[in-house]
């Protein structure tokens, strides 16, 4: 193994990392035994903790409250993917007119918090969307407009020699872009709108402040009722939930991004802007 | 209109101060657990990379009101008891290393292996070739990615209004409460100052960009 800042190791440094992983394994094992013990001395992880996985009734109910808010996450992400393209053209358009308002708009929409968002979007008009109509909203607004900048990037991104040609050969603007730019420019993006279905996911889970019905507020009646008293181990089976979910995802995208570089083409990065997609916060 | 002015200023002084302590305290905390989380990624030592990874996928993939949830209904069931503003910097710290982390080490691995290897063929030492070559050219690359961080977490931060912290997202309810009709002027108000906040950071990511940047 050779890195940036490592040579492939001699027989001396092979010594000195064996000593490291030692010290290593005896470090991070007795931080985590520590950390369990006093979980387990202050009573959060005992057994009779847990022992709501075994109630059935319970069990589905958590089912069916993280179907609540994959649904919602769903309805997002397609909102949020046609939201994007629509400003991603307006963005690429050449009339200043309609450029300059979807700049504006998309500028906008990714630099405000998604929370303040859904609370203004709840408090002014959850009388007529309610909860789940402000989360969607609010999400499609948010990841619509960072998947506006992948789309606009991805298209940039085709070779111009693509487009020129079409132009050449006679045709329009709006042929060049759905026959010859956005079929190309699709599969570069994949990687990177895979990657915000982990975003959108992970940012469903705010439905909870707004108290939208989901997975999280299902997981608050167990923990607060007296029987159970048990944040810690509904939040570890939380945070597991969408960790397999979001891990799988992301496992996804990073197939889909090295079956491209395979194919010798590359995937879109987002660059520029306030926000930049590709760190997936 | 003359009574909701000034109250609109005070209050978004108020909340925006609890915001940029939130932003600072988290952003400082989380760079140094991030570094040594990135420092552990790239070490030769199995364990302290496998470490570094598992904490990267636990909490890149966890949403934050969960962790929100695990520390503030969670830590003071283990006797922990501060303030909720304390809960709100610890939550974001965690949950902001695991990127800064992941930002940093992109960075280190955009350094070709070549200008390493040169180095260390020339006979510099380990600390010449990461002080001199390989760090100095990773921080060009770092910057892009690092304020984008930092302007997620400024994001976040609004996270902590719906845990008892009232920080500017936490004051447009009560300002929607007390001034009913103007609610899109609080609401735009509000955008506004982290709309500030972030130009601020991409701002001197910008400037620090172009003075690092050489012409290659």
Redo the contacts between chains.
Sequence with gaps: ???????T?GPR?RTR?RI??VI??IA?AGVLALVGW??WI?E?ITPDKWSFLTVPAIVTGLGEALLVTLWAAAVAIVLAVVFGAVFAAGRLSNRAVVRWPCVVVVE?FR??????LI??LF??YGSTLGAFGALVIALMLYNGSVLAEIFRAGILAVPKGQSEAAYSIGMRKRQVMTTILAPQAVRSMLPAIVSQC?VAL?????G??IGYSGI?HE??FI?ISPVY?N??A???V??VV??VI??SL?RLATYLESRLRRRGASAVRV?GG??????A? | MEEYLPELARRMVDGFAVTLQLLGWSALFASVVGAALAAMR???????RA?GTSYV??F????????F??AV??LP???VIISFKWFAIITLSTYTAA?IC??LRAG??T???G???AS?SIGMT?RQ??GIV?LPQAARAVI??L???Y?????????A??FGVTE??GK??NL?RDFAPL?YAS?FS??AG??AI??V??GVAAVLERRLAVAR
């Design positions: 193994m050779s890195s940036v800042l490592f040579d190791p440094a990392h490291g992983t290593g394994v991070i006093k979980l202050e959060a906008f630099a405000v918090p998604l929370l303040l609370f203004f408090i002014a982990v992970k940012d469903t889970a705010l909870f402040t999280v997981g608050e923990f008293n944040p810690i509904v939040g570890i939380l945070a969408f960790i979001n891990y992301s660059v306030p926000d930049q997609s590709g760190a916060v | 790239v070490s030769p030592v199995p364990p302290l470490f996928n636990i890149r993939n966890t949403p934050l009101v969960v962790l949830i695990l209904e969670g069931t283990l006797g990127f992941e930002a280190i691995n350094v070709d292996v200008q390493a290897e260390r380990f070739t990461l390989v892009p990615p304020a984008s961080v302007i997620a977490l400024t994001k976040n931060t609004a996270i209004a719906a500017a997202t447009l309810s929607i609610l609401f509000i955008a982290y709309i972030v130009f950071i991409s």
